[in-house]
C-alpha cells in the first residue's frame, strides 16, 4: 500500500502567490523526499529532509517535517507558470534507495 | 553523461506477448529500480536491486522478472503482457547511502490490447 498520502490532490493558484503542499506517511522513515514531474517526464529530485531534520530550504523551496505527526509540508514561495507540474513526496527507509512514493499534488499556476 | 536511459519510450504488445524494458544508467549508481505509474494511483515499486547480482521485490512485483547482471543495466521484463499491465514505465537510480535521490528515465508507455 502507499506509504504516502498529499494533500490537497489539486492546487491552482496565480503566479505570484505561494503553494503549499502537504505529505503524511505511516511508516517510521529514514529521510522524507519532494520531487517534480512535469508532464510526459520522468521525477525529478527537488529536496530531501532526513529523519533528524525539522526545516530545509533550497531556493524558493521550504520543507518541514514533524515526525510526531508523521507529516511534511512543501512550500513553493513567489510561483511562476513554470512551478506547473505534479509534486511527489516520498519516504526513504534504510535500504538506501528504495522509496516510497505519494499519490501527487497537480499544481497549475496561472499567469 | 547520459544519466538513466530507457527504451523503448513507446510500446503496444498484445496480451500473452512477452518483452523486455530496457534500462542503463552511467553514474555508478548502486541502486537501481523500477517503478509503474497508473493516474490517480501514484508510482508504486515493481522491483530493485542494491547492487550487481541483487534483487528483490517492492510492492507490485506480480508478472515481471528482473536481473542485474551489471552494475549499468537493470531490465525488466514482462512474462506475459496482461491489459492490467498497460501503464507508464519508470526507470530510477541512486547510490545506496548519503545522498539517495533518485535520478529518473523519462519512462516507456507501453499499452497492452
Known amino acids: 500500500s502507499q506509504q504516502g498520502e498529499e494533500d490537497p490532490q489539486a492546487l491552482s493558484i496565480q503566479e505570484g502567490e505561494n503553494a503549499t503542499m502537504n505529505c503524511s506517511y505511516k511508516?517510521?522513515?529514514?529521510?522524507l523526499q519532494w520531487y517534480r514531474q512535469n508532464s510526459g517526464r520522468g521525477l525529478v529530485h527537488l529536496i530531501l529532509?532526513?529523519?533528524?531534520?525539522r526545516e530545509k530550504h533550497s531556493g524558493r523551496l521550504r520543507v518541514t517535517l514533524d515526525t510526531s505527526k508523521k507529516s511534511s509540508s512543501l512550500l513553493i514561495t513567489a510561483s511562476r507558470a513554470a512551478d506547473t507540474a505534479s509534486y511527489f513526496c516520498a519516504t526513504g527507509h534504510n535500504q538506501g534507495g528504495k522509496l516510497i512514493f505519494g499519490q501527487g499534488t497537480e499544481l497549475s499556476v496561472k499567469p | 553523461n547520459a544519466g538513466v536511459t530507457q527504451t523503448p519510450k513507446f510500446q503496444v504488445l498484445k496480451t500473452g506477448q512477452s518483452m523486455t524494458l530496457q534500462c542503463a544508467q552511467d553514474?555508478?549508481?548502486?541502486?537501481m529500480s523500477w517503478y509503474r505509474q497508473d493516474p490517480g494511483m501514484g508510482l508504486r515499486l515493481i522491483h530493485y536491486s542494491v547492487g550487481a547480482g541483487i534483487t528483490d521485490q517492492g510492492e507490485v512485483p506480480n508478472g515481471y522478472n528482473v536481473s542485474r547482471s551489471t552494475t549499468e543495466d537493470f531490465p525488466l521484463r514482462l512474462l506475459s503482457a496482461a491489459p492490467s499491465q498497460t501503464s507508464v514505465y519508470f526507470c530510477a537510480s541512486s547510490y545506496s547511502s548519503g545522498d539517495w535521490a533518485l535520478h529518473f528515465g523519462n519512462g516507456t508507455r507501453l499499452t497492452v490490447t
Open positions: 529532509i532526513r529523519s533528524n531534520e
Open positions: 511508516t517510521s522513515i529514514n529521510n
Open positions: 553514474m555508478n549508481h548502486e541502486y
